[in-house]
């Protein structure tokens, strides 16, 4: 083994070639220089001939390679391949000359449509926003192309053919790659965009095809996540973080840790005591010698069971009015039937594979960080502002993330601000900051736990006429720099959606919120409040059908003639599912349909429950309208582990607070779903003209519901927690 | 004292101490990124290499344990059946974010290694230690049946 001591690198890493430099130099780095994912290939083209470069998010090389620049983090999700698509189709390039880069922090070129001047990934927003972006980026290169084809052919540019990366001109015969062409193309204006003719749909040749993907080694461990990212001389370092949110370090003595072999320093920050050693283990075990007397006396000690009980007092007391349509209270009171019924939802953690990491590098330049970005500008400057700096001396590498589910995207940058503040400490020197899977687990930045109390209200004739629904928990917004967007009026829209725009038509309707304030950091978790507004609401329809005995998929479409698209993806997924055919014994089937994101997805469950009080999800029959299919195979992907993702909560997942401690530290206790508890799943796409909207997300709400409804089905019994349990 | 190990074929005398899991000498001595840190404790696969031929889960095994034994780790692996194991999971786009895929690449393989054709029950067992939060699994059974008919 060798180990790294030279130091030679003091400057800021300048460029991504420089970083390639510095892993190759770094021991077995050869391996990961032969197959660094995101751009190191088309780098190596780069340095020969001159790159054509259109715009902000095409780069054509001499040899013909096409890459494209992502302001998107892959996360799992498939955008390099989606956002690839969109260019490679307006392009007509070759799908197999694609190569997807990351794009560095700069929102002045790659922010998020959707989310003014922030470049960030979350909200299922990446194809949305970046359909017409991209579309017209890869027009734009192929205008240009056609016109360095036009001018060295001396033919008209409307004569010439682009096909599979080839122009070509059939009267004279002539044709070339786009590589041959590049170094002209360049040369040529850049065409005003409104003299671009983007495709017609019907001539779509890769939008609508599920082309391979471009993320690709992930098979043989060569995809390089921040956990992989090796510079030379760099440490690592692990952070003793307080045992409950608030605490503070009173004293410690890191004599213990500071003699174990492989420590390096010991550093103290706001969040705790950071460890750096050689390697992973020696910090590891240098922090487990440290001796920590914490201040625990403005800490948080409160309970889960303490906080359900509020908010359930809460609950029966009207809060802020987020919608309010007739007048639920007085119709409710004059119901002839009426429905109620006291919904809880945990804490829960991310759990993302790849615990949080990032690497930084301090020195007098700035600031240089390697991590699974997905809010280049919010850590950007938050980074900026702790150390001193100007943003644009804070340079940030995306890497590929071993998943997020919306961690990485933190409001508060908190363990990129940790990374960079242990880096700080250390100028010069690059850290990679690692935490453990209990670090994971116990740190924070939950989705918070959530009380709704719903009534709703029948007429003699079965038809719904009221809804009271009282929601009480964390308003993720307050307090973020996205407070002025996302809470208007008391009322945080992360804390309601999916239940303040329910779509069916109930004439007198109230949405209420209480925001309580608790120092448990919470955050977004992968769609956010549908995840627990769809659980809620999708239960009450479903026990309203039930009390008018009605069929809970035709009570539900009669609800929804004004909400066609709504009524459409039910529809299919109830006929998919063969809806009304018979069950084996001890079985039930159960439906919900929820929009998220402006996608629309319909869900019915099969479970079956066994005779020891068991039970199983054996198969999911999804429909999803999410407008224009870009990529079906992914949106499938998608679809199902969405649905994974979203059993884990339905069936296993629970964060808790005893005494302010989290109760939970790893998998065996905070438990995810496993190959054994996956069902069957089915996936159908509704074919649609509209403009693509997300996938990411909107997968995950209705499987909770869809399974309460299918247990209820089967046993009789009523669910309004999760983790879902049958009573004995 | 250094411990020496043998991974892929290759001796590797570690300035480390015998405690070290074989996870980090993989990673942080080696140098070898593939084999993933999940959670420390054995409970989700992402670790998962082969001693001498057998799933052992990387993060849980210090390295005082493997001396002179034939450590593979997903770089390592080139037996006919990783290959159909490896081009199955391609072919099926089974990955998403890809971060457990190797631990998942490697059960499969001493899996398929052992059981040519293997059932649902059997895929359940083998494969329920490692945990996929993309939830892949649907893809991941399916990649292994293709796998087991290519190689029959």
Avoid at chain 1, 255 to 281: C, E, M, T, Y
Avoid at chain 1, 665 to 690: G, T
Wanted: hydrophobic share 45%.
């Amino acid at each position: 083994m060798r180990r790294i001591r030279s130091n030679k690198h003091q400057g800021l890493v300048s460029s991504r070639r420089d970083f390639l430099k510095l892993i190759t130099t770094a021991g077995a780095g050869l391996t990961l220089a032969m197959n660094l994912p995101l751009a190191m290939a088309a780098e190596s083209t780069a340095a020969a001939g001159v790159d054509f470069e259109p715009n902000a998010f095409v780069r054509i090389g001499t040899d013909g390679r096409v890459t494209v620049l992502m302001k998107h983090l892959e996360m799992g999700q498939g955008t390099f391949t989606g956002l690839a698509t969109l260019v490679a189709e307006e392009l007509d390039a070759d799908w197999s000359a694609l190569v997807a880069e990351g794009a560095p922090a700069d929102a002045s070129r790659y922010n998020n449509l959707l989310f003014g001047t922030v470049q960030g990934t979350g909200g299922s927003t990446a194809m949305a926003n970046s359909f017409m972006q991209m579309r017209t980026a890869g027009a734009t290169a192929r205008a240009m192309l056609v016109a360095a084809a036009a001018q060295r052919w001396k033919v008209p540019a409307s004569e010439i053919q682009v096909s599979q990366g080839i122009l070509s001109h059939s009267a004279s015969g002539k044709s070339a790659g786009f590589g041959e062409l590049a170094e002209l193309a360049a040369q040529q204006p850049v065409p005003d965009v409104q003299s671009l003719r983007l495709k017609d749909p019907a001539d779509f040749a890769y939008i609508g095809r599920s082309l391979p993907r471009l993320d690709r080694g992930k098979t043989d461990g060569s995809a390089l996540f921040t956990q992989d990212v090796q510079l030379e001389g760099m440490l690592t370092a692990l952070v003793a973080h307080p045992p409950r949110f608030g605490a503070s370090v009173k004293h410690y003595d890191a004599a213990k840790a500071l003699a174990s072999p492989g420590v390096v320093d010991v550093v103290q920050i706001p969040s705790g005591i950071a460890v750096l050693g050689h390697d992973f283990w020696s910090a590891k075990k240098g922090r487990d010698l440290l001796s920590i007397d914490w201040d625990e006396s403005v800490a948080f000690t409160g309970s889960s069971a303490d906080m359900l009980h509020k908010y359930r007092t809460l609950a029966d007391q009207p809060g802020a009015v987020a919608r309010a349509d007739g007048d639920a209270v007085t119709a409710l009171a004059s119901a002839t039937t009426v429905v109620e019924a006291v919904f809880e939802v945990p804490y829960l953690a991310h759990a993302a594979m790849e615990p949080m990491n990032a690497v930084a590098l301090v020195n007098a330049a700035g600031c240089e960080i390697w991590n699974g970005e997905q809010f280049q500008t919010v850590d950007q400057s938050a980074v900026a502002t702790v150390l001193g700096l100007k943003p644009e001396q804070v340079k940030i590498n995306m890497l590929l993330a071993g998943g997020s589910f919306g961690r990485r995207a933190n409001p508060h940058s908190d363990y990129v601000i940790e990374a960079v503040l242990i880096a700080n400490a250390r100028q010069g020197t690059p850290v990679k900051l690692v935490w453990t899977r209990e670090d994971d687990t116990r740190a924070g930045y939950y989705r918070p736990m959530y009380v709704h109390k719903v009534r709703a209200g029948l007429d003699a004739s079965g038809n719904p006429v009221a809804w009271e629904q009282r929601i009480v928990g964390q308003s993720i917004g307050t307090g973020t720099a996205f407070e002025a967007f996302i809470v208007k009026d008391g009322i945080d829209s992360t804390s309601v959606e999916g239940a303040s725009n329910l779509p069916y038509q109930i004439p007198n309707l109230q949405v209420e919120l209480h925001s309580v304030d608790n120092p448990v950091p919470v955050q977004w978790w992968r769609s956010v409040g549908h995840t627990h507004t769809a659980f809620s609401t999708e239960i009450i329809v479903d026990e309203l059908a039930r009390a008018a005995k009605q069929d809970p998929v035709d009570f539900r479409l009669k609800l929804l003639s004004q909400h066609p698209r709504h009524h459409a993806v039910l529809k299919m997924a109830a006929e998919k599912a063969n809806w009304g055919a018979a069950l084996p014994a001890g079985w039930g089937r159960g439906v919900a349909v929820h929009e998220s994101f402006n996608s629309f997805v319909a869900q019915v469950a099969e479970v079956s429950v066994q005779e020891n009080g068991s039970f199983k999800v054996e198969r999911v029959v999804c429909a999803v309208d999410c407008g224009l299919a870009i990529n079906p195979d992914i949106i499938r992907t998608q679809i199902e582990g969405g649905i994974g993702f979203g059993l884990s909560a339905a069936l296993l997942s629970e964060i808790t607070l005893k005494d302010g401690r989290v109760a939970q530290s790893n998998f065996h206790d905070f438990q995810v779903l496993r190959i054994n508890q996956m069902p069957a799943i089915e996936v159908h796409i509704m074919p649609s003209a509209e403009a693509p909207t997300g996938v990411g997300e909107p997968g995950t709400p209705p499987i909770a519901p869809a399974v309460a409804n299918a247990l209820s089905a089967a046993t009789g019994q009523r669910f309004q927690r999760l983790p879902l349990k049958l009573n004995s | 004292m250094p411990v020496t190990i043998q991974v892929n074929g290759v001796s590797h005398a570690l300035d480390a101490t015998p405690d070290t899991p074989l996870l980090w000498a993989i990673r942080d001595h080696v140098r070898l990124t593939g084999t993933k840190f999940g959670c420390g404790m054995a409970m989700c696969g992402a670790c998962t290499v082969h001693v001498d031929g057998q799933p052992t889960r990387s993060c849980v095994t210090p390295i005082s344990a493997v001396q002179g034994k034939a450590i593979t780790t997903i770089e390592g692996i080139e037996s006919a059946v990783a290959q159909a194991i490896q081009q199955a999971w391609t072919e099926l786009e089974v990955p998403q974010c890809g971060y457990c895929q190797s631990g998942q690449i490697m059960s499969a393989t001493a899996l398929l290694e052992k059981n040519r054709q293997p059932s649902d029950a059997d895929i359940d067992a083998a494969m329920a230690g490692n945990i996929c939060r993309c939830a892949t699994y649907v893809r991941i059974r399916s990649a292994i049946k293709q796998a087991a008919e290519q190689l029959a």
